[in-house]
């Protein structure tokens, strides 16, 4: 779940971070309804997890391991790569999102976690059954 947050200008817009814009008009319906002096909209944003770590919003893996979470994060800083882990506990159990801050490097990322044979060839938890750890990332730490 991803959460933005905006704010009104005085051209009828609402303001999102990097200046992305939604008018306010698409927001009321009703053509004389009073607006708000002032308004703050929270949109929740929720997809399925394969699409979760496309590259999304720079979201290119996510685990329920906090363990394998750093150790991917830090294979990646050591290759010059800027991440970090974002927490979501929006379902029942807790998932570590690891997210790639320069947008050029997301492709690249993904490649290495997911497909390319020289990098980690990581299968995600969710292919595993419930209470399986992830088969995958334990043979690429045993290699």
């Known amino acids: ?8 200008n005085d051209k009828e817009e609402v303001v999102f971070q990097h200046g992305k814009t939604l008018p306010l008009k698409a927001l009321y319906h009703q053509k004389n309804q009073l607006l708000p002096v002032e ?3 929270e949109l929740t944003v929720k997809m399925g997890l394969n699409g979760l770590i496309s590259g999304i919003g720079g979201f290119v893996w996510a685990t329920k391991d906090s363990c394998q979470a750093e150790i991917i994060c830090n294979t990646l800083k050591v290759q010059k790569i800027e991440v970090e882990i974002v927490h979501d506990d929006s379902g029942k159990n807790r998932l570590y999102l690891i997210r790639v801050i320069r947008e050029p490097d997301i492709k690249r990322v993904i490649d290495f976690i997911q497909n390319d044979s020289g990098g980690l060839r ?4 969710w292919n595993y059954p419930e209470g399986e750890r992830n088969q995958s990332f334990e043979q690429w730490i045993i290699e």
């Open 1 to 8: 779940m991803i959460k933005i947050k905006g704010t009104l």
């Open 122 to 125: 990581l299968k995600p938890d």
């Open 39 to 41: 308004i703050s909209i």
